[in-house]
């Protein structure tokens, strides 16, 4: 279903067919579909660095795009499990458990939400 919604999400299809005539001096006009709502690399930083800062345990000012959840914050491991699920929320998204289990820093959430492609 990822792979479909990726591919669809950058096809082309120029409008052709009988519906040329009802369209007038549009028939001749190639339309594409280029909607590319993917974010930014600095968007998902953003978000994912507000959703860190919100978390109950978490001191705002020490939260930076290289920090680590357990070492540098003193999360534990269910805390950890709770940031992962607020940036699913946040995002949209749904982790496997196999990946979630592989993100315990903000530089990990941040590929792998920006490489995500359902992610909005």
Do not use: W
């Not at 930083?45 to 860190?52: E, W």
């Not at 959840?69 to 982790?95: H, N, P, R």
């Not at 979630?100 to 920006?114: Q, T």
Request: hydrophobic fraction near 40%; aromatic fraction near 6%.
């Amino acid at each position: 279903m990822a792979l479909r919604t990726a591919v669809l999400r950058h096809l082309r299809v120029p409008v052709t067919g009988s519906n040329q005539s009802q369209i007038g001096f549009l028939g001749s006009i190639r339309a594409f579909s280029s909607h590319d709502d993917h974010l930014s690399k600095q968007e998902v930083v953003d978000r994912v660095l507000d959703v860190v800062k919100c978390f109950p345990k978490v001191d705002p000012a020490k939260v930076t795009p290289d920090v680590h959840f357990q070492k540098d914050l003193g999360l534990d491991s269910l805390d950890t499990v709770e940031i992962v699920m607020a940036i699913e929320e946040e995002f949209k998204l749904e982790i496997p458990d196999k990946e979630a289990d592989k993100i315990d820093s903000c530089p990990l959430a941040i590929e792998y939400v920006f490489n995500h492609p359902m992610s909005s």
